[in-house]
C-alpha cells in the first residue's frame, strides 16, 4: 500500500529528525539508552576538524576488559542504523567494543560539499576514495584505536578495501559484506597483461564499429605506498543503460535528488522502498526506520556525490578491487546473500587470489539472504561473524 497523501505531505514538508529517528530506532536495543547488565551504548560526535565531524555509535562491554574493536561501516545512501539487528547480537562476545560509523557525508556526520580535485577518471578515483579514508583514519587516531577489524558493507565494503591498501597495519581482519567494486567492468575492453575479461565475439565486433566512447592510456598516478595501479582499458563497449541514464550518472547527477525535490512524491517514493525492505519486521520498528531512511535522503547531499567518480555506469567499479587486492596483506573475508545480486564469484575468485598471496581468505554464503544480507538473515549472519571475530 503506498504511504497515505496526506501523510506523504506531512513528511514533505516537515521531514522528520534525523537525530530523532536515529535515536528512535537504536532505542529498540536492550542496553540503549539505558544500559543492561553487561552493555552500556553511547552516540557520540568526534570531531575532525572545525568543518567534519564524525558520528559514531559505540556498544562497550561492561563486565570485562575491553580487548578487541570492531569499527562497522554502512553502504551508499544508508547510516549506521541499518545494523539495528546485529547490534545486539555482535555485542554479546565478550572483550569487544563495536564502533558503527556514519562515514564521512552520510547519516549524522558532517555534510561538507563534496569537492576534488582531479585531472582525470582515475586521479578523480583516488581522490574520491582519500576523501573517506583520510576521515577514518583521523576519527581512529581521535579515538586512540591502534588495530581494529573492520566490518563495512557494500560501498563501505569498497571504502573499507582502500582503507586497508593504505593502513594494513590498523587492520586485523576484514569482513566485506556483498562488497561493492569487485569484478572488472565488463563493458570495458582490456589491454593488459593480467587478468583479463570474457568478452561476447559479437560484442567486440560491435565495438569496433563503433566510435569509441573513451580512450585511456597508462596511468603512472599511484598514492604513497605505490599500491593503486589502474588496469589500462582501451576503450568501452556500449552499455544495456539508458542514454539519459548515462548522462546524468557522468554529470554526478545524484538519485536523492528525485527524492528532494518531487515534492510529496519524495516520502512516497522512499516508503515504496522502505516498506518492502524492512517488511520482515515488527510494524513499529519499519516505521521508525522509515523515518530514518527519509531523514537520510533527504538531508543535505555530499558524500553520494563520490559514488560516481568511484564507480562507471552500471556500478562496475572504475579501479576493480579484483587487480587490487594482490597488494593487500590483511586477512580477509567476503561475505554475500544466497540471492545477492552483487557478484559472489568475483568474491571467490579473489579469497583464491588471496590464498595464492598467502593471505587467510575465504568466501561464505547466507542463506535465505539478499543484498542486505544482515538484515535478512541476521541470525545467521551473526553467528558467522561472531565465528570470525573469535578466531581474531
Request: aromatic letters at 10%; a neutral charge; charged letters at 25%.
Amino acid at each position: 500500500m503506498p504511504l497515505p497523501f496526506r501523510e506523504a505531505v506531512q513528511q514533505w514538508w516537515s521531514p522528520p529528525s534525523l537525530e530523532i529517528s536515529e535515536k528512535k530506532v537504536l532505542s529498540f536495543l536492550p542496553f540503549f539508552p539505558e544500559p543492561d547488565a553487561s552493555r552500556s551504548a553511547q552516540s557520540l560526535q568526534v570531531e575532525l576538524s572545525p568543518t567534519r565531524m564524525i558520528n559514531e555509535f559505540e556498544i562497550t562491554r561492561t563486565t570485562e576488559k575491553v580487548e578487541n574493536d570492531l569499527v562497522i561501516l554502512h553502504g551508499y545512501g544508508a547510516g549506521l542504523a541499518f545494523f539495528i539487528r546485529n547490534f545486539d547480537g555482535l555485542s554479546r562476545i565478550a572483550g569487544w567494543r563495536l564502533h558503527a560509523l556514519d562515514l564521512l557525508g552520510y547519516g549524522r556526520s558532517s555534510r561538507p560539499k563534496f569537492r576534488i580535485k582531479a585531472k582525470d577518471k582515475y586521479e578523480a578515483v583516488y581522490a574520491a576514495e582519500s576523501w573517506f579514508v583520510d576521515s577514518i583514519e583521523e576519527w581512529r587516531q581521535k579515538r586512540g584505536l591502534d588495530k581494529f577489524t573492520l566490518m563495512a558493507h557494500s560501498m563501505g565494503g569498497y571504502v573499507g578495501v582502500a582503507y586497508a591498501l593504505r593502513y594494513p597495519e590498523r587492520v586485523k581482519k576484514l569482513i566485506l559484506v556483498s562488497p561493492a567494486g569487485v569484478p572488472r567492468d565488463p563493458f570495458v575492453i582490456h589491454d593488459d597483461a593480467g587478468e583479463s575479461v570474457s568478452v561476447d565475439p559479437m560484442q567486440l565486433a560491435a565495438a569496433e564499429l563503433q566510435p569509441q566512447q573513451e580512450t585511456t592510456k597508462p596511468h603512472t598516478l599511484h598514492n604513497s605506498s605505490g599500491q593503486y595501479p589502474h588496469p589500462v582499458a582501451k576503450g568501452e563497449l556500449k552499455r544495456p543503460i539508458p542514454s539519459w541514464l548515462v548522462f546524468l550518472w557522468e554529470r554526478h547527477v545524484s538519485p536523492f535528488v528525485f527524492v528532494r525535490h518531487t515534492g510529496p512524491l519524495g516520502p512516497q517514493l522512499v516508503y515504496l522502498w522502505t516498506s518492502n525492505r524492512f517488511s520482515m519486521l515488527p510494524k513499529e520498528q519499519a516505521a521508525a526506520l522509515h523515518d530514518y531512511v527519509l531523514g537520510l535522503f533527504t538531508a543535505r547531499g555530499s558524500g553520494e556525490y563520490a559514488v560516481t567518480r568511484l564507480l562507471a555506469p552500471g556500478a562496475y567499479a572504475r579501479i576493480a578491487l579484483i587487480d587490487r587486492i594482490k597488494n593487500l596483506k590483511v586477512p580477509t573475508v567476503w561475505m554475500y546473500g544466497e540471492n545477492d545480486w552483487m557478484d559472489a564469484e568475483a568474491g571467490e575468485k579473489a579469497a583464491e587470489i588471496m590464498r595464492k598471496n598467502g593471505v587467510r581468505s575465504e568466501c561464505k554464503t547466507i542463506s535465505r539472504a539478499g543484498h542486505h544480507l544482515y538484515l535478512d538473515n541476521p541470525e545467521e549472519f551473526n553467528a558467522y561473524v561472531t565465528t570470525e571475530l573469535k578466531a581474531s
